[in-house]
């Protein structure tokens, strides 16, 4: 029976995996391996700019969790000396309440493993209001090898309001109002590695997307309310930098920005934001005994109106292969999941007992089907 090997990852590509755990770690083993026989090319060469997370290339490791909440009002709202019985207008004055006043806003962050959260809840401009307004929420945690992060907006719609002068005008006036939420979250966790060994290291990050992701969650009543239309997004980001090779950035029209150079450079969105989904990120580096590399990882969403993501399912580097004969001490003292790619030889015993046991299932499913 024929058993293609799978095709060797790219450096710095995502992709969906719909497998089980161990044979998970048995592909990306396989690529790892594959992979020693093309060298990475060394991102930092003709690279444009300052990269984006040159900021937390230091050689102190670090923290960081962000949490946004914003929300808006225009519309009317019943004076205070008015029952909710009279609906006139004179018994309405004009609220404008913008996602730009810091009044209006909510943020939360920490420097630290703590979860930050944000969020402008029903109620947030108080009484009076014959319209609900948009909410927004997110939440954050960062952990060495873990990022966690969701953003949640609804109810952002526009409507018309239709009332008559006083209780002695009849005459009817109308006005429009509508109400918008954002909201974001970050969580960035950076740590130092140090190889004992020149050689070759894959580092290995997961993406995972709880279910209930999507766009426009909010319908409103039929009539007078016309629903805002929403987006959301969410990306891992991860870099690599030498910091015992220090670099100039270019920047159009101005000074050049020192810092560490980036060795290796990689994102990952989701495929689908509608779906639980699984999605892999690998990336592959030479690495010289001795010296200090940064890793950075960052995960990021954002959402309005009416959207939601949901990587609180975790972004975690899940795994990473070393060459024979190389270790990885870390700044941070955390204990990631370090394995040796396995030698040549000992691969090949472990694909073709793979493809055993797959004959076996496939023998097995027809046996039961027939």
Same mark, same amino acid.
């Given at each position: 029976? *024929? =058993?293609?090997?799978?095709?060797?990852?790219?450096?710095?590509? !995502?992709? #969906?995996? #719909? /497998?089980? &755990?161990?044979?998970?770690?048995?592909?990306?083993?396989?690529?790892?391996?594959?992979?020693?026989?093309?060298?990475?090319?060394?991102? !930092?060469?003709?690279?444009?700019?300052?990269?984006?997370?040159?900021?937390?290339?230091?050689?102190?490791?670090?923290?960081?969790?962000?949490?946004?909440?914003?929300?808006?009002?225009?519309?009317? @709202?019943?004076?205070?000396? =008015?029952?909710?019985?009279?609906?006139? %207008?004179?018994?309405? $004055?004009?609220?404008?309440?913008?996602?730009?006043?810091?009044?209006?806003?909510?943020?939360?962050?920490?420097?630290?493993? #703590?979860?930050?959260?944000?969020?402008?809840?029903?109620?947030?401009?108080?009484?009076?209001?014959?319209?609900? *307004?948009?909410?927004?929420?997110?939440?954050?945690?960062?952990?060495?090898?873990? +990022?966690?992060?969701?953003? *949640?907006?609804? +109810?952002? *719609?526009?409507?018309?309001? @239709?009332?008559?002068?006083?209780?002695?005008?009849?005459? /009817?006036? $109308?006005?429009?109002?509508?109400? $918008?939420?954002?909201?974001?979250? @970050?969580?960035?966790?950076?740590? /130092?590695?140090?190889?004992?060994?020149?050689?070759?290291?894959?580092?290995?990050?997961?993406?995972?997307?709880?279910?209930?992701?999507? %766009?426009?969650?909010?319908?409103? &009543?039929?009539?007078?309310?016309?629903?805002? $239309?929403?987006?959301?997004?969410?990306?891992?980001?991860?870099?690599?930098?030498?910091?015992?090779?220090?670099?100039?950035?270019?920047?159009?029209?101005?000074?050049?920005?020192?810092?560490?150079?980036?060795?290796?450079?990689?994102?990952?969105? &989701?495929?689908?934001?509608?779906?639980?989904?699984?999605?892999?990120?690998?990336?592959?580096?030479?690495?010289?005994?001795?010296? @200090?590399?940064?890793?950075?990882?960052?995960?990021?969403?954002?959402?309005?109106? +009416?959207?939601?993501?949901?990587?609180?399912?975790?972004?975690?580097?899940?795994?990473?292969?070393?060459?024979?004969?190389?270790?990885?001490?870390?700044?941070?003292?955390?204990?990631? +999941?370090?394995?040796?790619? &396995?030698?040549?030889?000992?691969?090949?015993?472990?694909?073709?007992?793979? =493809?055993?046991?797959?004959?076996?299932? #496939?023998?097995?499913?027809?046996?039961?089907?027939?």
């Amino acid at each position: 029976m *024929h =058993c293609p090997a799978p095709a060797p990852a790219s450096h710095a590509a !995502g992709r #969906r995996r #719909r /497998v089980g &755990p161990a044979l998970s770690t048995a592909l990306a083993a396989l690529a790892a391996l594959t992979a020693l026989a093309t060298p990475p090319a060394r991102a !930092g060469m003709g690279w444009q700019g300052p990269p984006a997370l040159l900021a937390y290339a230091t050689e102190t490791p670090q923290l960081e969790s962000w949490a946004y909440a914003a929300s808006s009002f225009h519309g009317s @709202r019943r004076q205070s000396d =008015c029952t909710s019985a009279w609906s006139f %207008w004179e018994c309405r $004055e004009r609220l404008d309440a913008h996602l730009w006043n810091p009044v209006n806003q909510v943020e939360a962050s920490a420097s630290d493993s #703590r979860v930050v959260q944000a969020a402008r809840p029903d109620g947030a401009f108080g009484p009076g209001l014959d319209f609900d *307004h948009a909410t927004s929420r997110s939440r954050a945690r960062s952990d060495f090898g873990a +990022n966690l992060a969701e953003s *949640h907006a609804w +109810n952002a *719609h526009y409507w018309t309001e @239709r009332r008559v002068q006083s209780a002695w005008d009849p005459t /009817v006036v $109308e006005m429009t109002g509508h109400s $918008e939420a954002r909201t974001g979250a @970050r969580s960035v966790w950076a740590d /130092v590695l140090v190889p004992s060994a020149d050689g070759q290291i894959t580092l290995v990050f997961e993406l995972r997307q709880h279910l209930g992701s999507h %766009w426009y969650q909010y319908q409103p &009543p039929p009539g007078t309310h016309t629903r805002m $239309e929403g987006w959301a997004s969410g990306y891992l980001d991860v870099q690599v930098f030498d910091l015992d090779q220090i670099v100039e950035y270019s920047l159009v029209d101005m000074n050049p920005v020192e810092g560490p150079l980036i060795v290796a450079d990689g994102s990952l969105g &989701p495929e689908d934001a509608g779906v639980a989904s699984v999605d892999t990120l690998t990336l592959v580096l030479d690495v010289t005994a001795g010296t @200090r590399y940064s890793l950075v990882s960052r995960l990021s969403t954002g959402a309005a109106n +009416n959207a939601s993501i949901d990587f609180y399912g975790t972004a975690e580097l899940q795994q990473i292969w070393v060459t024979p004969g190389l270790s990885l001490l870390s700044y941070s003292g955390t204990a990631y +999941n370090v394995s040796v790619v &396995p030698e040549p030889g000992t691969w090949a015993l472990m694909l073709a007992g793979l =493809c055993l046991l797959g004959r076996r299932v #496939r023998r097995f499913t027809l046996t039961t089907a027939a």
